[in-house]
């Protein structure tokens, strides 16, 4: 037998979760459990936002600079239309929960490299930047250029709008054989050479 008849402190606590609350009403804990649930939500959200912008991506680490350059100077950014792709179009899963587990993976895989300075100069990124790529292509290889396609959405009439002698093989791509990353590399950032 026990000399504590009430147990330890982590039983006691345990057992007071446990039991049905005689002091507050169904109703009020209801209203909590919402308040904390709304405000959860919003609350990744807004890190999601704050997290997601290219300014953030492109200038909060040493690593990014050098990327981020190239891609201000690319296409998917400085074109004539004015309609852009940021890093997280491409980068970021689009679908929940998928996009909160990435990014979570993804950031703290970067802040550690960051802490430990694995690319802080140009010389460390450009010695690392093949296998990064590399990553990348097996990535978009691994799930069909989903993002190229989160905004490239072929069909036959939209192939009939370009250029003529793409018009084949954008037709082959649409039959399934092929995916935007075999013959796209570097659309975005100068690929490593
Ligand atoms: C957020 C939307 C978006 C995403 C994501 C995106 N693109 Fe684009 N892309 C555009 C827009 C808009 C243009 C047209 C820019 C212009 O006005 O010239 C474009 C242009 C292009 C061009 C032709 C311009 C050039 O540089 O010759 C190619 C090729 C291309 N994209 C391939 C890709 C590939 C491959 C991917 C995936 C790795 C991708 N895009 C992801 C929006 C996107
Ligand atoms: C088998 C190779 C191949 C595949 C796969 C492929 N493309 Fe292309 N694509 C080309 C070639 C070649 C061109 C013409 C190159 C140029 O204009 O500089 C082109 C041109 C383009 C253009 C510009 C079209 C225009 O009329 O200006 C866009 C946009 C584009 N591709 C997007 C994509 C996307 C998105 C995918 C995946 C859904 C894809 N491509 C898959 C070979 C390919
Ligand atoms: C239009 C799609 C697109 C956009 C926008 C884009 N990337 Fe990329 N990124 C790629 C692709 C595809 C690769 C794989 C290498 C290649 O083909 O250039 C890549 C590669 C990388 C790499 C690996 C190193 C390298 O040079 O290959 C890093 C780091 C990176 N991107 C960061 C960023 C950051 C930061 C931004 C925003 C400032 C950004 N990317 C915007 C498509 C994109």
Redesign the pocket.
């Known amino acids: 037998m026990s000399s504590d008849p009430q147990g330890g402190l982590i039983k006691r606590t345990w057992r007071r979760l446990r039991s049905p609350s005689a002091r507050f009403s169904v109703l009020t804990l209801l209203i909590v459990g919402v308040v904390i649930g709304f405000v959860g939500t919003a609350g990744t959200q807004v890190m999601v936002a704050v997290t997601g912008t ?1 300014k953030f ?2 200038t909060s680490c040493h ?2 600079q050098w ?2 350059k190239e ?1 201000l100077a690319s296409s ?2 400085a074109n004539r239309t004015g309609v852009r ?3 997280h ?3 970021i899963p689009h679908e929940y929960p998928q996009l909160l587990w990435y990014k979570a993976k993804a950031g703290t895989k970067d802040i550690i490299g960051e802490m430990r300075g694995v690319m802080d100069t140009e010389e460390k990124f450009k010695a690392k ?1 093949k296998e ?2 590399e ?3 097996a990535e ?1 290889k691994g799930n069909d250029s989903r ?2 396609r989160h905004c490239h959405q072929f069909s036959k009439e939209v192939i009939a709008k370009q250029k003529e002698m793409v018009q084949p093989i954008h037709t082959m791509v649409l039959q399934g054989q092929g995916t935007c ?1 075999d013959c796209h ?8 050479s």
């Open positions: 290219d991506c492109g690593s990014m990327v981020a891609h998917h950014s792709a940021g890093c179009d491409c980068h930047r990064m790529a990553h990348v292509w978009y993002a190229c990353i590399q570097g659309i975005a950032h100068t690929p490593p």
